[in-house]
């Protein structure tokens, strides 16, 4: 078993110190999914969300969470983020919205919180937007999908064996 980074030989938590780490290109993907009504998607697909053009907030505030990242979650360094995607792609036949994020840093450490960070917020975001007209969305699915750079080199998730390839 892997010994935890983030806690010091007493099992206190600690920033983990990545001074001595040589600054590589790294890059994150996560995904995400939140589970409407039909009726619902098609409110968001046709810009019939009172608050406003649901899919357009969602992805700011995703970006926007993506570079507060080291101020929600306690360990995280602030990183000087290169650039961050996030897509939100509706699935009218299964009443879903999947989110992907993609974050990418020159850095001494990795964005994988990062993306999951913007992935999480575009979906309260949806929620949020959405929440008048449907209360029964499920948030569900947020996991890393892919990393690369740095000492541990690339991860790619693999496809779960409960899902339909």
């Known amino acids: 078993?892997?010994?935890?980074s983030h806690t010091d030989t007493q099992g206190r938590a600690r920033m983990v110190d990545v001074g001595a780490k040589s600054a590589t290109e790294r890059e994150a993907v996560a995904t995400g999914?939140?589970?409407m009504r039909p009726e619902t998607l098609r409110l968001i697909t046709t810009g019939q969300i009172p608050k406003g053009d649901t899919l357009a907030v969602a992805r700011v505030a995703g970006i926007m969470a993506a570079k507060k990242t080291p101020?929600?979650?306690p360990l995280c360094h602030p990183l000087s983020i290169s650039s961050v995607a996030v897509e939100c792609t509706p699935d009218e036949e299964r009443g879903r919205i999947?989110?992907?994020a993609r974050v990418k840093v020159n850095g001494q450490t990795?964005?994988?919180m990062e993306a999951l960070t913007a992935v999480s917020v575009t979906a309260l975001t949806i929620y949020d937007m959405c929440k008048a007209v449907e209360k029964d969305m499920v948030i569900s699915d947020i996991g890393l999908k892919h990393k690369s750079g740095g000492k541990s080199g690339t991860y790619?998730?693999?496809a779960p064996s409960h899902q339909p390839k």
């Open 98 to 100: 999947d989110i992907e």
């Open 110 to 112: 990795g964005v994988e």
């Open 33 to 35: 999914t939140i589970h």
């Open 1 to 4: 078993m892997k010994k935890l």
């Open 71 to 73: 101020e929600l979650i």
């Open 156 to 158: 790619v998730r693999p």
